[in-house]
């Protein structure tokens, strides 16, 4: 079966749709996509039995049943796998041996080390009902030295314009900051990874065996520096209940079974969306994430910001953000200077854009600042 699938990738590396392909052990491959990994996963879809999903992190796997088969990752990736399965490999999380070759896989084991996943209480889905992507506001308009104006303002292009840096007296017109590892600090500072909903705006914190504090601390410890497994750790707590997307040649054949068992026909395609799955901790994750809403929302409010979203705010003249230094988080700052705003996905501030304004994508769409009840920072930090 391992051999299929390194035909299939040799075959699409003849094709052009990968590149710079190399095996790094049997079934695992590192490599470059030249036409996106969803492209790349419907061929090897159109030539394999199973299914294959493309990774949102790059690269994409084959599946047969419940065992992955084949992988081929993005060769940016690769360094960064090798050192979350070292970190792994030096806790002893994967006594089984299992082919860890995805930062969420790495992160699921650390997760599987701590001790017994908890029951999933549908419950849990209140926590995050008022912001399910946590808080986003902002204001559009052109903000500079001069002058700043709003909603209406016209388009300026600002990438070139000299900034008056020179000046000592100078403050930039907008200064972006945010909380370094915001979601992994707060998943460290929660007082048991077993979180029970009492009601909407209520939990109650259910007690940790002795053994399985002290291996989450060991986690905890291991991952600190490493930023991409860290960040890995607090989604694979959730995992997700959204359907997932996948590619399969497989179609139910009534000639084969009446019944419709699902055959295999080559050279077909079709798409499936396999169903999600709540993570080991999914309550307590969603607590982290309501829980930065609200601290973004206090943070917006005291300094005034004119975008903030999630772990980051921008604010004006000069400030600094107060809530957050308050509350001990780690504060970087990511740009400053002349600035436009322009919706929450578009944005230029100093010489730093999103990728949206860099593609010309800068209509003006406010998004108000709203009220977010503090219902559980009040409760645990």
């Known amino acids: 079966m391992i051999e299929k699938f390194s035909v299939a990738l040799r075959a699409l590396e003849i094709c052009g749709f990968v590149r710079d392909l190399v095996e790094i052990e049997p079934g695992v ?3 470059n996509e030249t036409q996106g990994w969803r492209a790349v996963a419907r061929e090897l879809a159109a030539a394999l039995p199973g299914q294959v999903r493309a990774s949102a992190s790059g ?34 999380a994967n006594p089984e041996g299992k082919p860890l070759w995805s ?9 599987r080390f701590v001790g017994d996943r908890q029951v999933y209480d549908e419950r849990a889905e209140d926590i995050l009902k008022d912001h399910p992507y946590g808080y986003h506001e902002c204001s559009p308009g052109v903000y500079t030295a001069e002058a700043e104006t709003h909603l209406c ?18 403050k930039p017109p907008v200064t972006l900051y945010d909380v370094s590892s915001f979601y992994f600090d707060l998943l460290r500072r ?6 029970s909903p009492v009601s909407h705006g ?21 991952v600190a520096d490493e930023k991409p497994l860290r960040n890995s750790i607090a989604g694979a707590a959730a995992g997700t209940l959204q359907k997932g997307t996948a590619y399969t040649s497989a179609r139910p054949n009534r000639k084969i079974d009446p019944e419709g068992f699902a055959a295999w026909v080559p050279g077909t395609v079709r798409i499936i969306h396999p169903p999600g799955m709540p993570g080991p901790y999914r309550a307590a994750a969603l607590l982290v994430v309501s829980t930065a809403a609200e601290l973004c929302h206090m943070e ?11 772990d980051s705010v921008a604010l004006r003249g000069g400030a600094t953000p107060k809530i957050w230094h308050r509350f001990g988080f780690t504060i970087e700052q990511k740009a400053s200077g002349e600035a436009e705003i322009c919706h929450r996905g578009s944005w230029r501030i100093g010489h730093k854009a999103t990728e949206f304004y860099k593609k010309n994508y800068r209509h003006h769409l406010p998004s108000p600042r709203v009220e977010v009840p503090k219902v559980y920072i009040q409760q645990w930090l």
């Not at 599946?63 to 990736?77: D, F, K, M, N, R």
């Not at 930062?103 to 997760?111: D, K, N, P, S, T």
């Open 202 to 222: 209520r939990v109650r914190f259910l007690p940790m065996l002795s053994d399985d504090r002290a291996r989450w601390r060991d986690v905890l410890s291991a």
């Open 190 to 195: 929660l007082p048991s990874l077993r979180v």
């Open 153 to 170: 303002a016209p388009k300026r292009n600002l990438f070139d314009e000299p900034l008056p840096y020179g000046n000592p007296d100078y």
């Open 103 to 111: 930062l969420g896989a790495c992160a699921r084991a650390c997760l």
């Open 29 to 31: 491959f590192k490599g």
């Open 59 to 92: 690269g994409c796997a084959w599946q047969y049943g419940a065992a992955v088969l084949g992988t081929v990752i993005e060769s940016a990736s690769v360094a960064k796998i090798r050192r979350a399965r070292a970190i792994v490999g030096a806790l002893g």
């Open 300 to 310: 917006a409010e005291y300094s005034d910001a004119v975008y903030a979203a999630v």
